[in-house]
Every structure is written in C-alpha cells, then in structure tokens.
Nanobody
C-alpha cells in the first residue's frame, strides 16, 4: 500500500500563491503516476495535474499557465505550486498515486481563495 500525506493548504487572497506538498510512503517503488485532484462543494472530483514516473506532466485546462506540478524523488514528495489563484480554485485538494492500477488517496487539504 501507498500512504499519502498532504500539506500546504490554507486561506489566500485572489492573485496569491500556495504550494501543496504530498509525501508518499510505503510501497512506492511501483508508483506509475502521482497527481493532484480537487473537489469543490457540490462538484465532482477533478484532475488538476499529474506527473508520471518518467516525468511527463499533464494539466487541466484551468490549471495551465498557473499551476506547476513537480517532484523530489529523494524525498518521495510531489508538489503543486499554485499561482494567480482565483476564488474558483477553492476546493479540497487530494493527492493521488497509481500503483499497479490501484489508486491511493491522501486525506485532502483545504484551499480557500477569497475575492
């Protein structure tokens, strides 16, 4: 199993920045993809950004140009740098890891962007 612990959420004004961190532990050697999802009240969980084992990245259209996903393999940690935040970015952000076609999720971290 893979354990994921997120940190870095909080309250920020529109136009501000936050960096989320996701530390992975456990059976991490076979992780193929890690990513960030978010879920706003009354909405479905959606992909924000992902990074593959090979380093390929993928972004939701809403995140392109504002968010950057990166990783520190030595620390088994994935980051999501979020700039130019908007009120519509308000959501619970979840870290995700795919290993052997199985998903693991973190507990989520709240991001609130005030207007």
């Amino acid at each position: 199993q893979v354990q994921l612990v997120e940190s870095g959420g909080g309250l920020v004004q529109a136009g501000g920045s936050l960096r989320l961190s996701c530390a992975a532990s456990g059976s991490i050697l076979s992780i193929s993809v890690m990513g960030w999802y978010r879920q706003a009240p009354g909405k479905q969980r959606e992909l924000v950004a992902s990074i593959s084992r090979g380093g390929s990245t993928r972004y939701a259209d809403s995140a392109k140009g504002r968010f950057t996903i990166s990783r520190d393999t030595a620390k088994n940690t994935v980051y999501l740098q979020m700039n130019s935040l908007k009120p519509e970015d308000t959501a619970v952000y979840y870290c995700n890891a795919v290993r052997d076609f199985m998903n693991s999720w973190g507990q989520g971290t709240q991001v609130t962007v005030s207007s």
